[in-house]
């Protein structure tokens, strides 16, 4: 990359050690396995093992490639191991650092998801998920503050969060709107600033490059789609394959951002899932490694096994799994060389700004309707004119749901306790209390 920086970037790769193939899939295993707790956590790992303890990046590098992996669609922790990878070993470096990073909760989702799928029904399993939603409802509002402490710096960005709360929540708004819209504000927003002269960078050179890496990345993507779509009778493949390659487009904000789009859609478009089977997937994924995201595999996974079984759910999960993350890797190659000099552009600068304010308006759509379906058993849509709203029956209300909810954020806003810890503990209390009232 030909990037010329002024003496305000004096930091070098001195101190940088490249490190060989063998210890490259010797580090990403390990973290693969041992990443638990979301992207928070995954990313303080990443940070202790890569730049601390190895010394494969600087602090700087690290930085500046998690800033701008948290802009792109899909999951921020994912793209930020292929880059990781790719900045030490190129390309094939971050094939294997992103991979590894998948592949162990993968595994392990794709065997809860089948347990789930043919023993969900039974009562202690269904005892023990209402603590996991419980717990799920308080992590969610938990990244939705941590997001908008970051995210919302000033007024006009609050009220942005505000109006696309109001957007998909009450008018429903598709989302890749939303985030088109945030976009052309931030863009407007930023017009006729220039770059401070303090984080000039000059823009990389090698435009047919950038052109050669997209294709091939969009044939990979692309092609195994259309070949099911071809050989395949099976029309929820080709549904799936599509609704989560759209997905991996317009998906901003992280793994919290793909469940506020996908969510709702999953369960009121396409009813692929219930609410409450929604809700489950994600305290799945919440409690193995991996990526949050992987809840995409636990959805395709049930969507295809109601459909036609165990192959079809195994044949949908691996759909999903294909759409979700080689995208990644096409966002990861293709902006690499870029990352320094998008940072210093005002107008590109500001654009995903206001997207990320756009996002935290999304999650705050994600929590109350996560909050609605969880704490009363029957929600109505409603419509009046063209606002929609949902109205819980009041009569329905499940206090369970509610104490269990507010000692989960007891645990985790006030005790900071750790995810696993805290879902363990109130999917015992959650089993306790049905037991208590008649058992299983």
Known sequence: MNSAVNTANTETNNDVETPSLSSLVQLWAKIGVLSFGGPAAQIALMHKLIVEKMRWMTEKEYLNALSFCMLLPGPEAMQLAAYAGWRSNGVLGGIIAGALFVIPGAIVIMALAWIYAVYGNVPLIQALFLGVKAAVLVIVVEALLKISKKALKSTSLKILAGLSFISIFFLNIPYPLIVLAAAAYGFFLARGKTPDAQTLVDKPEGFSALIKTVSIWLFIWLVPLFAVALLSDQQILIEIGKFFSKLAVVTFG???????????????????????????????????????????????????????????????????????????????????????????????????????????????????????????????????????????????????????????????????????????????????????????
């Not at 949050?292 to 036609?308: Q, Y």
Request: proline content about 4%.
């Open 254 to 440: 992280g793994a919290y951002a793909v469940l506020a789009y996908m969510g709702q859609d999953v369960v009121n478009y396409w009813g692929w899932l219930t609410p409450e089977e929604m809700m489950d997937g994600f305290g799945l994924a919440e409690t193995t490694p991996g990526p949050l995201i992987l809840v995409t595999e636990f959805v395709g996974f049930l969507a295809g096994f109601k459909e036609g079984g165990l192959s079809l759910g195994v044949a949908a999960a691996l759909i999903t799994l294909w759409t979700t993350f080689i995208p990644c890797f096409l966002w990861i190659f293709a902006g690499a060389p870029y990352i320094e000099w998008i940072g210093a552009q005002p107008k590109l600068k500001s654009a995903l700004q206001a997207i990320s304010a756009a996002v935290v308006g999304v999650i705050l759509n994600l929590s109350v309707w996560f909050a609605l379906h969880v704490m009363f058993k029957e929600v109505n849509l409603t419509n009046y004119g063209p606002i929609k709203l949902w109205q819980p029956e009041l009569a329905t209300v499940d206090w369970r749901v509610i104490g269990l909810t507010a000692l989960c954020a007891l645990l985790i806003l006030k005790l900071k306790w750790g995810i696993v810890r805290v879902l363990t503990i109130s999917s015992l209390f959650g089993a306790a209390l049905v037991y208590a009232q008649g058992g299983f």
